[in-house]
């Protein structure tokens, strides 16, 4: 052995060599042990139940997401003809969008919600925010109210009136953001219709200047809308009682066929200058579902207000998502300015909107003249948009998932759109023994 070897040797034999524990002690220090198991969102797991079905004439009647009559995704042609041309625009880059989005889409969108004659476009007391369509329309909604609402100023509870029932995300949303979700009455399982005196009732017991959420067309889930006269009432006892008026608007055209129709809500208010905002989604109406491409619309009381409305959107935004995503916004935003494609749109909104209501009076048919089912379903028929409120009864739709195979909500909501000629029948035929407890 060399010189240096036995000195080395001599030297690490002496060496007291101590257990590395820095890892060991990593590994003991649980941090996330307290985290319990969620439970897993109910429309998507009815999704992947139904996929994972063999059976031939399985339905899925959970997930919110128009289907044409072979049952498949539908792409809108306009929504084909307005990609072909972003793709044939070699001028067009990648770089990032303001942060509040394309003043092209968010200008235009304000103009389709209000109208091109609104009063308060024209007074420049709207600002327009793109988002990560409805969903992120409404969380920055509520952040922006749980942070600048004056009548919440200095009190420990924000509480935001929400209808019962509501789309399911709503209250997570508000959660999440500092809210206190609390319910109003809405609808009414003994007519399976609106519930509007208790709807009045409880606007006029809230507290004076209390934020209620409404859902400006095609209520998810109960497909149970107000009708004008209604709506009048409602806006006349929200400017009595000064409430603010939070809109969440899923299904503009897609409800009737019809835009200007479905807006009628959000622009009485706005005649009525009842404090608003407005949130959008093109995820139904244009089928744009993974595009996630929304907008949301304050209305301020003057023009100074609104930009400094706009200015703290912008700074809320920058935090969350620093710069909404540009194709969706484009495709959209060139469908709403140019006339043709407006045009086209509008037409493929009324062959959807069409289809959904046609589904409609074909099951009632079914259900009263074929099947003569049990109890009346005119309600069917009267209710509006994408879903509608079987009026079910839990051991009943267990029943249709266990037994027949036909995938919905334990609360008897079912999307239409999963409806078509090739199963409409075995729906109502499964239905009718599922009432008469056959099933």
């Keep these: 052995m060399s010189t240096s070897h036995k000195r080395l040797s001599s030297i690490t034999k002496h060496l007291k060599v101590e257990p590395d524990t820095t890892s060991m002690a990593h590994h003991d220090m649980d941090v996330f042990k307290e985290v319990s198991q969620a439970p897993p969102d109910s429309i998507f797991q ?7 079905d063999k059976h031939d004439k399985k339905i899925n009647l959970g997930v919110g997401a128009y ?13 084909l003809k307005a990609k072909r041309v972003i793709a044939s625009d070699e001028s067009l880059d990648h770089e990032y969008l303001p942060i ?17 004659d609104s009063p308060a476009l024209a007074q420049n007391r709207v600002a327009a925010v793109q988002t990560i369509s409805g969903t992120g329309a409404n969380h920055l909604a509520a952040l922006f109210l749980a942070n600048f609402f004056g009548p919440w100023k200095g009190k420990s509870e924000k509480v935001i009136y929400i209808s019962n029932p509501t789309w399911a995300n709503h209250k997570a949303i508000m959660t999440n953001v500092g809210l206190k979700p609390v319910d109003y009455k809405y609808y009414d399982p ?36 107000p009708t004008r006269d209604q709506w009048r009432q409602i806006a006349e006892t929200f400017k009595q009682k000064k409430h603010y008026a939070f809109f969440d608007c899923a299904y503009q055209g897609f409800a009737s066929g019809d835009l200007d ?9 706005v005649e009525q200058k009842v404090p608003l905002l407005v949130c959008q989604s093109y995820a139904k109406n244009a089928g744009l579902y993974g595009e996630r491409i929304g907008c949301l619309c304050f209305v301020g009381e003057t023009e100074d207000e609104t930009k400094r409305i706009s200015s703290q959107l912008s700074v809320l935004q920058r935090s969350e998502i620093s710069n909404p995503p540009t194709f969706g916004a484009r495709v959209v935003s060139l ?9 086209e749109w509008k037409q493929d909104i009324s062959t959807m909107a069409s289809r959904i209501i046609e589904t409609r ?3 009632v048919d079914l259900l009263e003249n074929k099947y003569k089912t049990p109890g009346s379903w005119k309600h069917v028929t009267t209710q509006i948009g994408m879903f509608s409120f079987t009026g079910l009864k839990p051991e009943q739709c267990k029943a249709l998932v266990e037994n027949g195979h036909i995938y919905l909500t334990g609360n008897g909501r079912i999307s239409l759109a999963g409806l078509n000629p090739s199963n409409i029948e075995y729906f109502a035929e499964s239905l009718d023994k599922a009432v008469r407890g056959q099933l």
């Design 361 to 363: 009076s074909k099951l």
């Design 335 to 343: 469908i709403l300015n140019d006339a043709k494609l407006f045009e």
């Design 46 to 52: 009815l999704t992947a139940a139904y996929k994972a």
């Design 100 to 116: 509040t989005g394309l003043p092209a889409f968010t200008s235009a969108s304000a103009k389709l919600i209000f109208g091109k």
């Design 190 to 225: 003994k007519t399976i219709g609106l519930d509007f005196s208790g709807f009045l009732a409880d606007l006029t017991s809230a507290p004076e200047a209390s934020v209620f959420l409404l859902h400006a067309c095609a209520h998810n889930p109960t497909g149970v809308d």
């Design 261 to 269: 129709n479905d807006a009628w809500a959000v622009r009485h208010f």
């Design 67 to 79: 289907r044409d009559e072979n049952g498949k995704p539908w792409v809108l042609p306009v929504v």
